[in-house]
């Protein structure tokens, strides 16, 4: 399987092919060469995924690294909160090196010319390229730029430096480096926050939430198309418009954002994107001149923290919608087809035609309406997502335990926890990780139950009883320290049971398929009891580097004895017929079968 480097690597590779032959440095045409369009594609993975910059144009357009560049690599204005961003970026070219090996210098940080670019005086001795001249030419032209907040992106590594007055992570080393990036603010992007916050979202398709998303609208004899109302909940009070919006608006919204907008919705958008209803939605945009699809549809719910509608554009015939945070709570299946329609060559159907959206604006919240606000946001996804079919894990998709789990089980494994179906298919289909990587939610959690002692349970429960009654009910109890632990804990389990599959795939075209001689029932009905006995021997400090092949071979010396144990059964439950062990491994019987035998599973 590929490590977090390597996935990381070959993203950085396809985003240099997204340049135009005439970029020259994207192309590197020898190994010398490649660190440097490694390293600009590294920034450009900072702007597309932090910033959603979806285009090489429009991230392109921000970068200033190369000759008398001021330490300057790259920036970005975000008229949304008032901030330019100033970065600084330092790609290293081994996984060693990477990965906490080797720190940002000193002298990269001081070369940093922020205020001299701000304000530049006659008496200045430094000559800046033509790409910080053009930024200072779009600096200047802000509006109330005295409003705008400067702050510093360091992407590289800076922790734990061999000069102990340089560290981060003491109150002496933030005061050293305050000095040298000039007094600014900053926010390092060290390895590991590159992996969670830009590699993770990024194999998912996600780019970063939009702040604020403006939909200009045509009006029809100068009418304001919404009908408003406020509603009380136990989150506060929220207000309800109900208006038409072009289609062509909310494909392009989804287009750029995708699974940001999707955040309390129980699918991701390439899990929406698949299924007959999607063909339905198709079409009745493409094969329809007139605006049926306005009727056809039951429209899209919008969840937003502020809205607005705005009437005085200069023209009695246009206004514009501003949204704040929005995110999809239902209608993503019609969304994400949309945006599957503005990516093809039938993008033009979608002019003229229009979908029902109900936005609902909660009142700004306090520290005590915060927790029963989402409460309400859920209990609302559930409620309208109810008209179509949700698996039982679908209903748990937007757990916070489950995003947990997710970036626990990336960090310490490069593994991919999906808890929403499709999550992270682009990121297989563009090769970024093998389908091997990805680990079942349903299985995930049969291994918990079978760790925690109940193998039949995991093997016979009904999904819908799964979830309903054994949802990893102690992790919800924890802190979010020991639900990691818990997560660690439960992959060596999901080893021994990808191990076991693997065993089963590698005899697929034997006549003993499951291994029967030499392994009893084990691989065809007994997997959950295996991995129940695997784990009383799981070593309390086992590391995670250590867990897969601990695994591994705890399991190969568990299934050595595994027919000594079915022939204990047998003589202890057995009867004048075959015994039925395809039933046995769905009761409790098994968990008292293997508390009591006193079979020495380890070999010495």
């Known amino acids: 399987m590929k490590t977090k480097y390597e996935i990381l690597v070959s993203m950085l590779d396809d985003l240099c092919k997204e340049a135009p032959a005439e970029y020259k440095r994207y192309h590197p045409t020898n190994k010398d060469e490649v660190p440097e369009a490694r390293g600009l594609a590294y920034i450009h993975l900072l702007l597309k995924i932090r910033f959603g910059l979806r285009s090489f144009g429009d991230r392109e357009a921000f970068i200033t690294d190369g000759a008398n560049d001021g330490g300057i690599d790259a920036y970005y204005i975000s008229h949304a909160s008032h901030t330019i961003y100033f970065i600084q970026s330092k ?15 000193i002298e990269e940080l001081a070369s940093m010319h922020i205020r001299e670019i701000l304000a530049p005086k006659k008496t200045d001795q430094i000559e800046f390229n033509d790409k910080i001249k053009k930024m200072q030419k779009k600096l200047s032209e802000i509006r109330d730029p005295q409003l705008y907040t400067k702050k510093v ?24 480096i305050n000095r040298l990036l000039q007094g600014f603010e900053y926010e390092i992007f060290n390895y590991q926050k590159t992996y969670e916050e830009l590699l993770l979202p990024s194999i998912s398709g996600t780019c970063s939430q939009p702040d604020e998303v403006t939909i200009p609208l045509a009006l029809k004899d100068n009418e304001v198309p919404q009908a408003t109302n406020t509603i009380e909940t136990i989150g506060g009070n929220c207000t309800v418009s109900i208006m038409f919006i072009p289609v062509m608006q909310i494909a392009q919204m989804m287009h750029n954002y995708r699974n940001a907008l999707l955040t309390y919705n129980p699918r991701s958008f390439l899990g929406l994107r698949r299924g007959t209803i999607n063909n339905t939605i198709r079409n009745t945009i493409v094969n329809k001149d007139t605006n049926e699809f306005a009727l056809f549809n039951n429209g899209l719910t919008i969840v937003t923290s502020g809205s607005s509608f705005n009437k005085s554009l200069g023209s009695a ?47 700004a919240e306090d520290t005590t309406s915060k ?25 748990h998709a937007n757990d916070p335990l489950l995003d947990t789990f997710k970036k626990s089980i990336f960090e310490d494994f490069a593994m991919l926890y999906e808890h929403k179906i499709g999550e992270f298919y682009e990121g297989v289909e563009k090769g970024y990780v093998e389908k091997e990587q990805i680990v079942n939610r349903d299985n995930f959690l049969q291994v918990a139950l079978a760790m925690n002692g109940d193998p039949g349970m995991a093997r016979s429960g009904g999904k819908k009883n799964l979830y309903a009654q054994y949802f990893f009910k102690d992790e919800h109890q924890m802190n979010e320290r020991e639900q990691k632990i818990s997560a660690r804990k439960y992959m060596y389990g999901y080893f021994v049971l990808c191990y076991l599959k693997t065993k089963t795939k590698q005899m697929k075209d034997s006549q003993d398929k499951y291994h029967h ?83 020495k599973w380890l070999d010495e």
């Open 317 to 363: 015939s246009k206004a514009q919608l501003i949204l704040k945070d929005p995110q999809i709570i239902n209608g993503g299946q019609t969304a994400a087809t949309l945006a599957q329609i503005y990516d093809s060559d039938d993008r033009d159907s979608l002019e003229g035609k229009e979908v029902l959206v109900r936005v609902i604006t909660f009142e």
């Open 153 to 176: 992106i360091i992407l590289a590594n800076l922790s734990k430096s061999k000069f102990s007055h340089f560290s981060p992570e003491t109150k002496k080393g933030k005061e050293a």
């Open 91 to 105: 790609f290293r070219n081994t996984e060693q090196n990477f990965d906490g090996g080797k720190n940002i210098s």
């Open 371 to 395: 927790a029963k606000r989402k409460e309400v946001i859920q209990q609302l996804s559930e409620a309208t997502n109810g008209q179509t079919t949700i698996t039982d894990g679908d209903r």
């Open 517 to 599: 001689d030499k392994y009893g029932y084990a691989l065809r009905y007994g997997n959950y009891a295996v991995v129940s006995v695997c784990a009383r021997f799981r070593p309390n400090n086992l590391s995670a580097e250590s867990t897969q092949a601990k695994a591994e071979q705890v399991c190969e010396s568990v299934l050595s004895h595994w027919k000594e144990f079915e022939n204990e059964v047998i003589e202890k439950r057995g009867t004048d017929h075959e015994f039925d062990f395809a039933n046995y491994y769905k009761t409790q019987t098994v968990k008292e079968d293997i508390n009591s035998t006193q079979i």
